[in-house]
């Protein structure tokens, strides 16, 4: 099955007793505005390990590095308990500073409410007719969580970007072993390609404050049809409305593989993001916007065996505070004590995990180790998604092969995004 190593199950339910709450495909409209702070996929190998079949596929060769155009609130805790009450364009306000001169940023549009994330069943004529509604005539909707830049010579990208790019920093090749089972041989075959997916989408503003998802497949996929044709990473993106661009590196290509390659080393992840600044500087087509780029906050996004690169990173990634949230997809396959210890050290940050029955059980282990570290949990997601947010959402009668797409709610990723945009 391409981008999925697992079976698909049937239908699914929350846990804890008197705090249930079953999750089918909400309806979860991005109506927002507003100039805001906003701030990755496969099933994989984990101390739970599961039958994996990887779809057959021919391995890529190392890529050179160089650019490849294609076309184309909460039920169980209190809201006051959820961490800090500020909004995310209070905590975002300056990464880092520039020039005194740089321009304000502009207030913040009031927008219309996000609704919860509900159990209604929804009509097949009510999915297939949902549209994003448009904000409202001189209103904003961008991310919000860096200072402008002081050139004013930058202006907004006119048309979208969308690359496969080799970067040296990315996964493979990797001529290390694998920490967990001291093996080798990540330098050939389905371990060769070193392509990075990036897109930039049009109107993206870089003296703008903005946020960077970084994307983690998994298994048995590949960039070209799995992420950006099938999951529709770049066009999620783009439909949130949001300052945001996409980060998304080739694992194990085409395989029923989670090894993290150079994301297994100390300071991996910070080398990989450093040179993502300068290829998203040139995509954006001046090279002094790198500095912001390498300063900008970093959502994770992890589907099915995407969550060991995900924990890796978080454990010796080396990214730090820039890190401001990491969404699961179906993807909580181990590292439990990883996630736990990142998810307690860093309580401004938000930490979603959506699942099928099939990781339910994980699913709820890692709720009661958070829960009996005093963490609160909440099992839906009720407006905008708050500093310090900790959500474990179960889904109903869906696909693990089609979780990118529909798992809460349609394109889960332009939900979060959206969730994140409002104040």
């Known amino acids: 099955m391409a981008g999925s190593g697992f079976s698909d199950t049937g239908s699914t339910r929350f846990f804890w007793g008197a705090g249930r709450t079953v999750l089918r495909r909400g309806r979860a409209s991005s109506a927002f505005v507003g100039l805001l702070c906003i701030l990755v996929q496969g099933c994989g190998n984990s101390e739970n390990k599961v039958d994996a079949k990887s779809e057959p596929g021919t391995a890529s060769l190392t890529y050179a590095k160089a650019d490849i155009m294609l076309p184309r609130a909460s039920r169980t805790a209190d809201v006051a308990d959820l961490g800090p009450s500020d909004s995310f364009s209070d905590r975002y306000s300056a990464v880092f500073n520039f020039a005194n001169n740089a321009a ?27 549209t994003a509604a448009r904000a409202s005539a001189g209103s904003y909707k961008l991310a919000s969580l860096s200072p402008e830049l002081p050139y004013a010579s930058l202006s907004p990208l006119k048309q979208a970007q969308t690359r496969l790019i080799g970067f040296e920093n990315s996964a493979f090749p990797y001529f290390g072993s694998n920490p967990r089972s001291g093996g080798g041989g990540y330098a050939s075959g389905r371990y060769s390609d070193n392509r990075v997916l990036v897109h930039v989408p049009a109107e993206f503003d870089a003296r703008k404050p903005a946020v960077i998802i970084v994307y983690f497949h998994g298994h048995g996929a590949t960039l070209e049809r799995d992420v950006r044709d099938r999951q529709l990473l770049p066009k999620q993106i783009t439909e949130s409305g949001v300052n945001a661009v996409l980060v998304a590196p080739q694992l194990a290509y085409d395989a029923a593989d989670s090894s993290a390659g150079k994301f297994w080393e100390r300071g991996g992840f910070k080398r990989f993001m450093a040179e993502a600044a300068d290829n998203l500087a040139r995509m954006y087509g001046d090279p002094r916007s790198a500095e912001a780029f390498s300063k900008m906050p970093v959502v994770i996004v992890a589907y099915s065996g995407g969550f060991l690169t995900a924990a890796s990173c978080l454990q010796v990634g080396g990214l730090g505070s820039r890190v401001r949230g990491v969404v699961l997809l179906d993807a909580l396959y181990g590292e439990f004590d ?13 930490f979603v995990s959506a699942y099928t029955p099939h990781n339910k059980r994980r699913d709820d282990d ?9 963490i609160p949990i909440v099992h839906e997601l009720n407006g905008p998604l708050r500093p310090g947010t900790v959500a474990f959402l179960s889904t109903e009668g869906l696909s693990h092969r089609d979780f990118v797409t529909l798992a809460w709610t349609d394109h889960p990723v332009k939900d979060v995004l959206a969730r994140l945009a409002r104040r």
């Open 104 to 130: 304000p940023v502009p207030s913040t549009v009031s927008a219309a409410p996000l609704p919860s994330v509900v159990s209604a069943a929804r009509a097949p004529s009510v999915v297939s007719d949902r």
């Open 338 to 350: 990883k996630f736990s210890s990142w998810i307690v050290n860093n309580r401004s940050a938000f």
């Open 366 to 374: 890692l709720a009661r180790m958070l829960k009996d570290k005093g």
